[in-house]
């Protein structure tokens, strides 16, 4: 089991920047993929950013150009640089983590930090 815990959520305003981190500790094994989902009120969640453990990225459409994950070389803390925020990017945002390990998947969440960027 991987235990998550984020940091950096908080309130800014629109146009700034905001850096999320997520620690990871437990059983990571070698084969996994860390990510970021958001979820609005109303709205159903969302991947954001995911990042493999050979480091290849993915990015939603609507934080291309504006945000970047990445990882620690312990590859067990990663980094969600957010820039250029937009009121529509106010969310929970939550970690997660996915291990394979002798052919079975694992998977983990964060508590979530909130996130809000006023206009």
């Known amino acids: 089991q991987v235990q998550l815990v984020e940091s950096g959520g908080g309130l800014v305003q629109a146009g700034g920047s905001l850096r999320l981190s997520c620690a990871a500790s437990g059983s990571i094994f070698s084969r996994n993929v860390m990510g970021w989902y958001r979820q609005a009120p109303g709205k159903q969640r969302e991947l954001v950013a995911s990042i493999t453990s050979g480091g290849n990225t993915n990015y939603a459409d609507s934080v291309k150009g504006r945000f970047a994950i990445s990882r620690d070389n312990a590859k067990t803390t990663v980094f969600l640089q957010m820039n250029s925020l937009k009121p529509e990017d106010t969310a929970v945002y939550y970690c997660?983590?996915?291990?394979?390990?002798?052919?079975?998947?694992?998977?983990?969440w964060g508590q979530g930090t909130q996130v809000t960027v006023s206009s």
């Open positions: 997660n983590a996915v291990t394979w390990n002798l052919g079975l998947r694992y998977e983990s």
